[in-house]
Nanobody, 120 residues
Framework: VQVVESGGGLAATGESLRLSCTTSGSTFSVTTMGWYRQFPMKQRELVAT?????????????NYAEAVKGRFTISRESDENTIHLQMDDLQPEDTAVYYCYVKTWGPQYWGEGTQVTVSS
């Protein structure tokens, strides 16, 4: 199973970045995809998730961490296992490694992570 992330990089405070993630190769249907982030010396934490077909929460239903509500928007490509995270009004506290998360009816998978750095 492949989980391929793209986007990320360096932004100034108030600027925007867009992350994308696509997955392929799973024999199980995807139920949820999303993004988590990890700060140095901290646990990985939820950023946003979005539901896919057959998920109990409804196709397209999105869930956000309080810290990013109103600034970040998660979306999915129809008929593809691809998601995007539009990150607007970035703040230095958003600096972290962002990981794509894939939940299926079988295993769950993680991407390798992409660094997002926001300068003050």
């Amino acid at each position: 199973v492949q989980v391929v992330e793209s986007g990320g990089g360096l932004a100034a405070t108030g600027e925007s970045l867009r992350l994308s993630c696509t997955t392929s190769g799973s024999t199980f249907s995807v139920t949820t995809m999303g993004w988590y982030r990890q700060f140095p010396m901290k646990q990985r934490e939820l950023v946003a998730t979005i539901a896919f077909g057959e998920a109990s929460s409804g196709v397209g239903a999105a869930n956000y961490a309080e810290a990013v509500k109103g600034r970040f928007t998660i979306s999915r490509e129809s008929d593809e296992n691809t998601i995007h995270l539009q990150m607007d009004d970035l703040q230095p506290e958003d600096t972290a490694v962002y990981y794509c998360y894939v939940k299926t009816w079988g295993p769950q998978y993680w991407g390798e992570g992409t660094q997002v750095t926001v300068s003050s």
